[in-house]
């Protein structure tokens, strides 16, 4: 089993940044994608980014490129979000997810953070 646990978060005003981290223990040689997701009050939870874990290729739903960076730190197991340039619109509950087959589920979550944007 993988356990993730995030950290960071909190209140920034628009135009801010924050950054999110996400540390991995227990079945890391599992993992082969690691994704950021987000989800709004009242909405579906939605894919932010993803990374794959050894190789550092990147994903960025439209929303947010340009602003948000991934990355990984594999010698510690972890997993950020840079976050600027931030809107009012990216309010939300943030979670890391791993995934060890590319293309399959998200079989691990972290335990979500709020992140939010005052205008």
């Known amino acids: 089993q993988v356990q993730l646990v995030q950290s960071g978060g909190g209140l920034v005003q628009a135009g801010g940044s924050l950054r999110l981290s996400c540390t991995a223990s227990g079945g890391t040689f599992s993992i082969s994608r690691m994704g950021w997701f987000r989800q709004a009050p009242g909405q579906e939870r939605d894919l932010v980014a993803t990374i794959y874990w050894s190789g550092g290729n990147t994903y960025y739903t439209d929303s947010v490129k340009g602003r948000f960076t991934i990355s990984r730190d594999n010698a510690a197991n972890t997993v950020y979000l840079q976050m600027n340039s931030l809107k009012p619109e990216d309010t939300a509950v943030y979670y890391c997810?791993?995934?060890?087959?590319?293309?399959?589920?998200?079989?691990?979550w972290g335990q979500g953070t709020q992140v939010t944007v005052s205008s």
């Open positions: 997810a791993s995934q060890s087959r590319v293309g399959g589920r998200y079989e691990y």
